[in-house]
C-alpha cells in the first residue's frame, strides 16, 4: 500500500515571491509521481509528473518538482508565484506495476496575496 | 472539446432517493475511475474500468454501483443516498500504455452532490 503526507495545509505567500510545497511518500514497490492543481469549483489538472529519468521534472505554469528516491520526497516549486496560482495543490503516486491506482495526499492550500 | 464531462454538475436531492451521474470522455482512453472529494478535500478511488471489466473496487458501500456501456461511459448509480453521501465525484480517465498503465489521469469538473 502506498500513503502520501502533504506536510503543509496551507501555505501563503506574496507575489512574485518563491514558494515549496512539500510532499512526502511511503511505498513497498517503486512509484510514479504527480503533482495536480485544483482551481476552485474545477476538476483536477496534471501539473507534472515523474515516471522515469531525470530526477528534476518541469511542468506546466512554470512548476517543477525534484524526485528524491533517499528522501521519499517529490517537493513542488515555483521561483515566482502569480496571483493566479492560488489553488488546492495534490501530490499523488501509484505502482510502477500497473493498476494505475493514484492515492492522493491531503493537499496542500496555496494563497498569493499581493 | 470537454475531454472528461460530467453530468449533472450539481445534484440536491433528499435522503433516500437514487440517483445516477453520468460520465463520457473524448480521449480515447480506454480506462475511467471515479473518485470521491469529501468535505476537507480529501481524494479517494472508488472504482475503476478498463474496457468495461471492472479492475478497482474499493471499499464502497453496495449502494453504489458503476456500470459501463462502453470504455467511453462510466456512469455512477447511487442507491438509498444518506447524507455521508455529500461530497464532490470527480470521473477520470487514461490510456494504456505499452509498457503498462500508468498514464495521467485526466479528471471532469466534478458533481457536487448535496443531500438533504
Known amino acids: 500500500a502506498q500513503s502520501v503526507t502533504q506536510l503543509d495545509s496551507q501555505v501563503p505567500v506574496f507575489e512574485e515571491a518563491p514558494v515549496e510545497l512539500r510532499c512526502n511518500y511511503s511505498?513497498?514497490?517503486?512509484?510514479?509521481l504527480f503533482w495536480y492543481v485544483q482551481y476552485p469549483n474545477q476538476g483536477l489538472q496534471l501539473l507534472l509528473k515523474?515516471?522515469?529519468?531525470?530526477?528534476l521534472v518541469k511542468g506546466i505554469n512554470g512548476f517543477e518538482a525534484e524526485f528524491n528516491k533517499s528522501q521519499t520526497s517529490f517537493h513542488l516549486r515555483k521561483p515566482s508565484v502569480h496571483i493566479s496560482d492560488t489553488a488546492e495543490y495534490f501530490c499523488?503516486?501509484?505502482?510502477?506495476?500497473?493498476?494505475?491506482?493514484?492515492?492522493f495526499g491531503t493537499g496542500t492550500q496555496l494563497k498569493v496575496e499581493l | 472539446d470537454t475531454a472528461v464531462s460530467q453530468t449533472p454538475k450539481y445534484l440536491v436531492t433528499q435522503m433516500g432517493n437514487d440517483k445516477s451521474i453520468k460520465c463520457e470522455q473524448n480521449?480515447?482512453?480506454?480506462?475511467m475511475y471515479w473518485y470521491k472529494q469529501d468535505s476537507k478535500k480529501f481524494l479517494k478511488i472508488m472504482f475503476s474500468?478498463?474496457?468495461?471489466?471492472?479492475?478497482i473496487n474499493e471499499t464502497v458501500p453496495n449502494r453504489f454501483s458503476p456500470k459501463s456501456p462502453d470504455k467511453a461511459h462510466l456512469n455512477l448509480h447511487i442507491n438509498s443516498l444518506e447524507l455521508g453521501d455529500s461530497a464532490v465525484y470527480f470521473c477520470?480517465?487514461?490510456?494504456?500504455?505499452?509498457?503498462?498503465?500508468?498514464?495521467?489521469?485526466?479528471f471532469g469538473d466534478g458533481t457536487r452532490l448535496s443531500i438533504l
Open positions: 511505498s513497498s514497490v517503486s512509484v510514479y
Open positions: 477520470a480517465s487514461s490510456g494504456t500504455a505499452g509498457t503498462g498503465r500508468n498514464q495521467p489521469q485526466h
Open positions: 499523488a503516486v501509484t505502482p510502477t506495476g500497473g493498476g494505475n491506482k493514484l492515492t
Open positions: 515523474y515516471l522515469s529519468g531525470s530526477t
Open positions: 480521449l480515447g482512453h480506454d480506462t
Open positions: 474500468y478498463n474496457n468495461k471489466e471492472l479492475i
